[in-house]
């Protein structure tokens, strides 16, 4: 990416999503700098009855953000300043894997301004070693992770348990370690990946006011309704290979804002976790959804294989490792495979092949 410091900017031709500095914008979905423009948000109000019965209308918390600020590289910037500059939420998946220093946790809350919102990823050895099981390890990764959150002003701890363990078979030993656990105002978001809950883990989920995490682009809702709504969302690829179209992205926005919750936490992760959260918000900002690639139809399939596409390759093989990315066509953002699934069975050589061979089609 160019660096956000620099003077150089392109004219803007497009809607786009803008990380303002001074008198110039960089745009994160095409990483572009370009002269400064205003955007004009606007949000939903959902319903509220007050204790005596007069209709109200409040602003729900609508907050879309990414897995972690590792990658989101502007040259000459801090990721974590330079993200927070663009969204207003980050799930921190770094202490997944490690438990960082609590001075380094400290420093994350130093660098974002006050109305920003971290979720804090428990530990994996709670989840994935301890299994929610009452034992003193998992009591003390608990703790730990709770203090992490504390330190971060952040009331949601995400447990993601994993596809072989079947939690409704352990409701006891999960009950157990919850009620030891000191929670305070901390919520505890569950994205339990073996399947949906069944009646007694989601009476357990209720009764510690847990949030029943799920990937509103693969699922419509939680098991329960709550006050808060919390999405980790992945798409349909395969190692997290994956970019949201047009269709995808207005879906999942309207699954959010009919799950009648007052806080909503969307959490994109895959390849382009920071540009699929960009364009949902500029779409939510201005009403329509940006470009993702400088032309459209063919030529935008060329930008796209230009990045990595290996040859020689069949059209199955394209369509397996190009098809998940999206490019404009006709007005749209659409998946590249709905080009390349035109092309005729068979080894294409080199790109100008696979461009020879959708000759006409748009």
């Not at 009646?199 to 006011?209: A, I, Y």
């Not at 926005?253 to 009919?258: H, I, L, S, V, W």
């Not at 976790?273 to 459209?296: I, N, S």
Request: hydrophobic fraction near 35%; charged fraction near 25%.
């Amino acid at each position: 990416m160019l660096p956000v410091c620099g003077c150089l900017y392109y004219k803007s031709y497009y809607p786009q999503f803008l990380l303002r500095q001074g008198n110039y914008s960089f745009d994160i979905i095409n990483e572009r700098y370009y002269q400064r423009t205003v955007l004009y948000p606007y949000e939903r109000p959902i319903k509220v009855i007050n204790i005596d019965n007069r209709l109200t209308y409040v602003m729900p918390e609508y907050r879309i953000g990414a897995g972690g600020w590792g990658y989101f590289d502007i040259l000459g910037a801090d990721p974590l300043e330079a993200y927070s500059k663009a969204f207003d939420f980050v799930e921190v998946n770094s202490t997944f894997y490690n438990t960082p220093p609590l001075k380094t946790v400290d420093s994350w809350a130093k660098r974002v301004p006050e109305t920003f919102k971290f979720s804090v990823k428990c530990h994996c050895d709670l989840t994935h070693k301890y299994l929610l099981s009452p034992t003193k390890g998992a009591g003390r990764v608990l703790e730990t992770d709770l203090d992490i959150c504390r330190r971060l002003h952040s009331n949601l701890l995400v447990l993601e348990t994993p596809l072989s363990f079947n939690p409704n078979q352990a409701v006891d030993n999960i009950h157990d370690l919850l009620s030891w656990a000191q929670l305070d105002d901390i919520r505890l978001v569950w994205e339990i990946r073996w399947g949906p809950p069944g009646k007694e883990l989601v009476k357990l989920m209720q009764e510690f006011n847990m949030v029943h995490c799920v990937d509103l682009s693969r699922e419509p809702g939680p098991a329960f309704e709550s006050d808060i709504l919390y999405s980790r969302l992945f798409g349909h690829g395969l190692h997290n290979l994956y970019q949201f179209d047009d269709a995808e992205l207005l879906e999942i926005d309207k699954r959010a804002q009919d799950s009648g919750s007052g806080s909503m936490y969307l959490s994109f992760h895959g390849e382009r976790m920071y540009k699929d959260a960009a364009r949902l918000k500029v779409y939510r900002e201005e009403g329509k959804f940006p470009r993702v690639t400088e032309y459209t139809g063919v030529k935008a399939l060329r930008e796209v294989l230009q990045e990595d596409a290996r040859f020689p390759a069949s059209r199955e093989e394209l369509i397996e490792a190009q098809g998940w990315k999206v490019i404009d066509v006709d007005g749209d953002r659409v998946h590249a495979k709905v080009l390349l699934e035109k092309l005729d069975k068979g080894m294409y050589g080199d790109m100008e092949e696979v461009l020879e061979g959708l000759k006409g089609v748009e």
